[in-house]
């Protein structure tokens, strides 16, 4: 092997400059030529700005849980920031169709992203510049970080907060559909409750009208006070005692089922109307859904592109691709000498 096919065929650590130095020319003329391509791609993008939201997720437990319940734990404060679960459906729900769909229809972001209402695959072109330029994150604190990319500093801080806003009303509305589906089920069952305890007071009150009032007290006096005349021979008195025994005999049994039924369902309806009120409460009372760390405002400094990074790794990539081309190039004449 002689001194040319060494500096032009191998390349290792120990001929570098010599590879170099033979091909000096071509590798000046590639580095230029991506110096000059990859500044005037760079010029053609516009500046981006970025604008941040960093929140923390409230805790998922129900108001009536955390404020009527006669005992409360840790957990059930409303004040506590939530978990990592909750975190994790706070992304969910920013992630939604909901919220993207109410960003881009009211910041119009089909015009200005500049997508062509008559292009067929125009909603597919806005989604997908819209997951470029907007980014969700969960942080390692637990938080989730909103970040959103434009060219206009105001639109991009805008959007950020917005999309925070729309977190509580998307997430409340999935709440209080539930809610309120809850509060009628339990709303009907203390109603249809309330109407079945009316029907038998009414019952007992048709008894009561009899002179049936306490069932086992009466009849334990009524029999004594019976006793009593039986004793003294006063066969008027007993007529009257008998009367009222056999009315009692006749509408007791009745009377005690009614009002040990009564009593069963006085405890029934205390409890569906604590969970009444839970649920009503659950229904009509709103609470924010997140805590804000930081808001975000408009950047005065732009994000992307940094115009230097991509000049410095286009260049380095055609350098990097020229060199590796010489070599195979280099070789292969090698071979074809041989």
């Known amino acids: ?11 290792d650590s120990l001929n570098v400059i010599y590879f170099i130095t033979y091909w000096w020319k071509q590798l000046a003329i590639v580095g230029f030529l991506a110096i000059v391509i ?25 108001i009536s849980n955390s404020v009527l319940a006669e005992v ?26 909901d919220i993207r769909s109410r960003i881009c229809e009211k910041y119009n972001l089909m015009k200005h992203y500049g997508i062509k209402d008559n292009d067929k695959l125009k909603n597919t072109k806005l989604y997908n510049i819209y997951s470029d330029n907007i980014n ?9 970080k909103i970040d959103v990319l434009d060219s206009d500093p105001k639109i991009a801080s805008d959007m950020a907060n917005d999309i925070a806003n729309l977190l509580d ?30 029907a038998l007071n009414d019952s007992i009150k048709v008894i009561n009208s009899y002179g049936v009032y306490d ?15 039986l004793a003294k021979g006063d066969q008027r008195a007993m007529k009257a005692l008998d009367e009222k025994l056999q009315v009692l005999a006749k509408y007791g049994s009745r009377y005690v089922s009614l009002r040990d039924n009564l009593a069963l ?4 309806i205390t409890n569906l109307k604590t969970k009444y009120e839970e649920a009503k409460v659950n229904a009509e009372q709103i609470l924010p859904q997140k805590f804000v760390v930081s808001k975000a405002y408009p950047a005065e400094k732009k994000t992307y592109p940094v115009r230097w990074l991509i000049v410095l790794l286009s260049t380095m990539s055609s350098l990097i691709i020229t060199i590796i081309i010489l ?3 280099g070789k292969l004449t090698k071979q074809e000498a041989k």
């Open 215 to 229: 069932y086992e007290s009466q009849t334990e006096r009524t029999i004594q006070q019976y006793n009593i005349a």
């Open 38 to 62: 990859s500044s005037i791609v760079s010029l053609t993008l516009s500046d981006r700005y970025k604008s941040t939201v960093i929140l923390f997720p409230a805790t998922t437990n129900s």
């Open 265 to 268: 369902q006085d405890k029934v």
């Open 1 to 11: 092997m002689n001194k040319k096919d060494s500096k032009s065929d191998e390349f």
């Open 169 to 198: 009303s998307v997430k409340i509305k999935i709440q209080h559909g539930r809610a309120l589906e809850v509060l009628k089920i339990v709303e009907r069952a203390y109603l249809n409750k309330v109407e079945d305890l009316n």
């Open 327 to 329: 070599i195979i190039f």
């Open 72 to 97: 409360n734990t840790s957990k059930d404060d409303l004040l506590r920031f939530g978990e990592e679960e909750d975190a994790e459906q706070m992304l969910q729900i920013l992630n939604s169709n």
């Open 136 to 144: 969700f994150k969960l942080t390692e604190y637990m938080s989730v």
